[in-house]
């Protein structure tokens, strides 16, 4: 079994009270079991971790990379379109990674519409709540 890293960055804890009419009424928690049952049926097993801090992301992409793990899914939040520094963390991991958004980021407010982080992820989905986590994972096999 392959070791993948779910990464999630601010408010994604807040999923089933955050905006429930543009994020939904399931919790990180849920998201966590879907992405959990899905990953083993496709031989991976799956790490989470979730932070609002930009900085206790970088470390964690630096501490998976360092101790072997084989690619990454993230949904940074609002750092997706703003962080030179996840950016530089995933491109200096070596690693494939995809980037999942639950919304559709261009169909939202405009300073949504671009990713900073994406430019150094294999692929992005969004726009297709929480069934985007299973198509990333349809997709890593791809890039492995």
Same mark, same amino acid.
């Given at each position: ?49 979730? %932070?609002?801090?930009?900085? =206790? @992301?970088? !470390?964690?992409?630096? &501490?998976?990379?360092?101790?072997? /793990?084989?690619?990454? *899914? ?5 750092? %997706?379109?703003?962080?030179? =520094? @996840?950016? !530089?963390?995933?491109? &200096?991991?070596?690693?494939?990674? /995809?980037?999942?958004? *639950? ?42």
């Amino acid at each position: 079994m392959k070791k993948i890293a779910i990464l999630h960055g601010p408010n994604l804890d807040r999923l089933g009270k955050r905006e429930p009419e543009v994020y939904g009424r399931a919790t990180l928690k849920d998201l966590e079991k879907l992405i959990r049952a899905e990953a083993k049926s496709r031989g991976f097993t799956p790490t989470f971790f979730q %932070s609002a801090h930009e900085g =206790a @992301l970088v !470390d964690k992409i630096h &501490a998976l990379t360092d101790a072997g /793990i084989a690619a990454f *899914i993230v949904n940074f939040g609002a750092y %997706s379109h703003t962080s030179i =520094a @996840l950016r !530089d963390a995933l491109s &200096a991991s070596g690693k494939p990674a /995809i980037e999942v958004h *639950i919304s559709d980021i261009k169909k939202r407010e405009k300073f949504r519409h671009s990713s900073m982080t994406a430019g150094a992820c294999k692929a992005m989905i969004c726009g297709k709540g929480f069934p985007g986590y299973v198509d990333a994972l349809n997709l890593l096999p791809k890039y492995l």
